[in-house]
């Protein structure tokens, strides 16, 4: 089972940017849809942020909220997905999660949070005003 850890978060002002980092263990990275979400409030739901559910990146989703903004990326040979955080504003603090799942299906419920089986701990990002 792959196991997943994040980094890359902190604290940023308004219009700057960041680098999230979601490296995988014990699996096999190119087996797995990836998707990065997001809880801004402690106890609600996770947004969708972002996916790749091609096996090497190459079709990417992202939420509404951060279309034009975000990246997602992946390296199988570094076995992590990256999500470059540019323009970032105020109401994208939150604790941002990395996550994995098989493809099966993927392309109809990929910003479903409920279908990805594998977690990261979760990075916390803060942005200043």
């Known amino acids: 089972q792959v196991q997943l850890v994040e980094s890359g978060g902190g604290l940023v002002q308004a219009g700057g940017s960041l680098r999230l980092s979601c490296a995988a263990s014990r699996g096999t990275f190119s087996n797995y849809a990836v998707g990065w979400f997001r809880r801004q409030t402690p106890g609600k739901e996770r947004e969708f942020v972002a996916a790749t559910i091609r096996w090497d990146g190459g079709i990417t989703y992202y939420g509404d909220s951060v279309k034009g903004r975000f990246t997602i990326s992946r390296d199988n040979t570094k076995n992590t997905e990256y999500l470059q955080m540019n323009s970032l504003k105020p109401e994208d603090t939150a604790v941002y999660y990395c996550?994995?799942?098989?493809?099966?299906?993927?392309?109809?419920?990929?910003?479903?949070?409920?279908?990805?089986?594998?977690w990261g701990q979760g990075t916390q990002v803060t942005v200043s005003s």
């Open positions: 996550a994995a799942r098989s493809f099966y299906n993927v392309y109809r419920d990929y910003a479903s949070e409920d279908k990805y089986g594998y």
